[in-house]
């Protein structure tokens, strides 16, 4: 397949290393790769806080970015999740845009989702040795309904101990500008997931969104206490090397 890289803005900004290792496991799995100029945000932080009109104008140029692409493969939930969800309603009354939103949408997927469901390549040969656990972020789960697909890649990388979550569904707090706008509520659900995460008693914290481990790690730290936080992509692409 022909696979055009979603960067989105977290991973370009702050972790670029994950978008370079998202493109070589998606080569190493048979398909080419490129990245479409133009791409910025999706529009979730401006829709977030009520720029409608924002939003759109960002949406556009993501739209136009993908407009010739096969597939569009990105690192993070949160980020596809709002072109699902959110993208036909900001172009509900533009027909042009709802059309290509829509179009989007149908090609458009988060990056375990694309592995496991529609590669149906869920053994990579990695191997990592660490005792896991693994945080499902809001956005991919309930809006994607992504449920199995990052936990059958993990159960297939040798080494790793995958432990349960106490009380995993539970939101981490940090929700894009909500944990700006609401710091008080948002620390409060961090500091209870971080706790949880303490609870089951692993060294390395995994998930599909950086927000959500960003926001993870960034507590831990400030009570001294340094899990180790990555990206199931990161962990891949540790595991993969020979």
Known sequence: MKVSLFATCLANALYPEMDMTMAKILKYLGNTVDVPEGQACC????????????AREVARTLIDSFEHSEIVVGPSGSCIAMIHEYYP????????????????????YEFTQFVVDVLKKPDLGASYSA???????????????IGDAPLTLLKHVKGLELVPLPEAQL??????????????????????????????GADLLLGMDMGCLMNI????????????????IQLLGEGMKP
């Not at 529009?43 to 924002?54: E, K, L, R, T």
């Not at 005792?131 to 991919?140: I, V």
């Open 43 to 54: 529009g979730q932080i401006a829709f977030n806080s009520g720029y409608f009109d924002d």
């Open 89 to 108: 309603m900001l172009f509900e009354k533009e027909p042009a845009y709802l059309k290509k939103a829509n179009d989007l949408i149908q090609k458009s």
């Open 131 to 145: 005792k896991a656990t693994y945080h499902p972020s809001c956005h991919a789960t309930r809006l994607l309904e």
């Open 171 to 200: 939101c981490c707090g940090f929700g894009g500008t909500f944990s700006v706008k609401m710091p008080k509520i948002s620390g409060a659900m961090v500091a209870e997931k971080a706790q949880h995460v303490l609870d089951s």
């Open 217 to 232: 790690k960034g507590y831990l730290e400030k009570i001294n206490k340094p899990v180790k936080t990555m990206h199931i």
